[in-house]
């Protein structure tokens, strides 16, 4: 019972959403994995497809919407490549993580969808009819309504990938359409693969992302799984006995993203070809 004297505070966690950033560093053309001839793009597809696959995007931690930075010239590999290499990544996760097959009819329902609005629109439905998943390539020039849109129909392993020309516009342009308290964390696959530590830009992505409410930040491959030594939900230990100073707070559960990509690659990849289905 709360009184005066002892006032009860209620933490609320409610409905919260995740998301990817894909930026152009992972998308140069001819970059392989370190001690691999497996291009950066493929491997970063994967782990991005695996934040989408696992809990089947009926939690916060499962990734909705890639956002992919879009970089003019021949030096990179456009969001539409990016989003083929996602298809085949599900096809072969969906093989070692089958999922129930009562999400079938919902999955056949949004390729209909999509491909409705595909007809007038700079829209592109990627995977196959029989896909036990979704992946779109969404150009339109979204509006509040159709971005939320595009967001609660992502589920039962339905991504739709979005072009960026900069991924600073992510933030202010997409994340604040949603709103603060449904924001859960982003998976990143962004900086230099050749930088030490953390990268500038990756740094002032990072505090952008938590300015508009973004709770945690992660590596692509590790979105649905949150460290025990950091605050998944925004919330700190102390916030349950004190009221916290005013700003925002947001995790960044690493100090070498790359070093900790291509780690999540290894186990993952000996995984799958182990044929085991426990990832």
């Known amino acids: 019972v709360s009184t005066g004297a002892h006032p009860i505070r209620f933490h609320g966690h409610g409905h919260k959403v995740s998301f990817s950033t894909i930026g152009r560093e992972s998308l140069e053309i001819g970059r392989k994995v370190p001690g691999s001839d497996l291009p950066l793009v ?9 934040d989408v696959a696992l809990w089947n995007q009926q939690g916060c931690l499962s990734s909705r919407v890639h956002f992919v930075e879009e970089t003019a010239g021949s030096g990179y590999h456009s969001p539409e490549a990016y989003a083929r290499a996602v298809v085949q990544s599900l096809r072969e996760l969906n093989q070692a993580m089958p999922k129930a097959v009562t999400m079938r009819r919902q999955i056949h329902n949004l390729f209909d969808q999509y491909q409705a609005v595909a007809l007038n629109n700079p829209l592109q439905v990627l995977s196959e009819y029989d896909d036990d ?9 979204l509006t509040r309504v ?31 359409q949603i709103g603060s308290h449904h924001l859960q964390s982003m ?19 990072a505090e952008e992302l938590g300015a508009v409410g973004v709770t945690s930040i992660r590596t692509v491959g590790r979105g649905a799984f949150p460290q025990l030594a950091y605050s998944w939900d925004g919330l700190l ?29 290894g186990l993952i990849s000996q995984t799958m070809k182990a044929g085991t289905r426990e990832l």
């Open 133 to 141: 998943f979704l992946v779109i390539l969404d150009q339109r020039e």
């Open 237 to 265: 230990p102390l916030d349950l006995i004190a009221r916290r100073q005013r700003g925002h707070f947001t995790a960044l559960e690493f100090d070498e993203p790359w070093q900790q990509i291509y780690e999540t690659y």
């Open 42 to 50: 493929d491997m970063v597809a994967c782990l991005a497809s695996l």
């Open 187 to 205: 998976s990143v696959a962004l900086g230099s693969p050749d930088t030490e530590g953390l990268d500038p830009r990756l740094l002032r992505y």
């Open 146 to 176: 159709q971005f939320r849109e595009l967001v609660n129909a992502c589920q039962a392993r339905t991504v739709a990938i979005v072009p960026v020309q900069n991924v600073m516009e992510v933030p202010g342009r997409y994340l604040e």
